[in-house]
């Protein structure tokens, strides 16, 4: 036998037994499970919302659990019959929040919690998920819950599960308007220089709705001629009066921009209203001298 290869099979011997000592060590740990769909058993799966309106609250509930991993004495696994506080450790998407319900919320491992089978879960705390639908879009955000507890060695640890939140974002509101004084090129013209009140509101099925956080900006394109070809028109600077701004009613649930047409040229322009509860039709305008 060659005395180089009998050395190196001890080497890579005792490299072997090296890796299967650190091997639990490095992989075995307990997980934290987060689950949108709200019912068990508790698998790892996102919270889907589907399809919601724009500007509407929806709220989901999410399960958390502790799944089961690995031999005690790990240092990622929690000690027999401890008490893991669940929480959320943070949150990412625009108009998403979360809470745990109860807050803290805890869950007690029994005390034979080593013992059992891997993947075995614990039982479950819930959250709250909740959604204020934006702009019309995909929305896509995420919830990390983490579990706090001891290991064997009564030394604290952690372990995160980030639970994907999506969904499709629609524009459910009808746009009202444009109102009096507003009217077609078939109907009126208005003066350049003129002050234009554009007023508008918002309805859900049929009703006005309060639309305060609808946050609308005005658009407007032209000049063209009347009945004519649009693909000309430019898109112009849209002044106020008086710096006058988006002025809302609290009452009537109404929208209102003075549009000062001064230094406009003549012929027809196109007004639209864009919003976080989604577009308008376009409107056509003739200003003349």
């Not at 009202?176 to 007023?199: E, Q, V």
């Not at 549009?259 to 007004?271: A, D, L, S, V």
Request: hydrophobic share 35%; charged share 15%; aromatic share 8%.
């Amino acid at each position: 036998m060659n005395p180089q290869f009998g050395k190196r099979s001890h080497w890579i011997i005792a490299v072997v037994m090296m890796a299967m000592l650190m091997l639990p060590w490095a992989v075995f740990a307990d997980n934290t499970v987060a689950d949108g769909d709200g019912v068990t058993p508790v698998t790892d799966q996102n919270l889907d919302f589907g399809t919601v309106c724009a500007g509407t609250t929806t709220t989901k509930t999410a399960l958390i659990v502790i799944k089961r991993n690995g031999a005690a004495g790990s240092p990622n696994v929690f000690n027999d019959g401890s008490t893991v506080t669940v929480s959320i450790n943070s949150i990412s998407g625009n108009g998403l929040s979360a809470i745990m319900m109860p807050s803290p919320a805890t869950i007690t491992l029994p005390g034979n919690w080593s013992s059992l089978s891997n993947n075995t879960n614990s039982n479950s705390v819930s959250s709250e998920v909740t959604l204020v639908a934006g702009a019309p879009g995909a929305f896509s955000g995420s919830v990390v819950y983490r579990g706090t507890g001891k290991n064997s060695s009564n030394s604290d640890i952690n372990r995160d599960d980030t639970m994907t939140v999506n969904a499709t974002i629609v524009s459910c509101y009808t746009f009202l308007g444009l109102y009096d004084p507003y009217a077609g090129p078939d109907a009126r013209a208005f003066k350049i220089n003129s002050t234009i009140p554009l007023k508008w509101q918002y309805a859900l099925g049929d009703k006005v709705v309060d639309s305060s956080g609808a946050n609308p900006t005005v658009n407007i394109v032209g000049p063209y001629v009347c009945n004519g070809d649009t693909s000309g028109a430019e898109t112009v600077a849209v002044t106020d009066a008086g710096a006058s701004g988006y002025q809302y009613d609290d009452t009537t649930h109404t929208w209102q921009f003075n549009w000062q047409t001064k230094g406009r040229k003549e012929g027809c322009y196109n007004i639209s209203v864009t919003s976080s509860l989604g577009g308008s039709p376009t409107f056509p305008i003739w200003l003349r001298k």
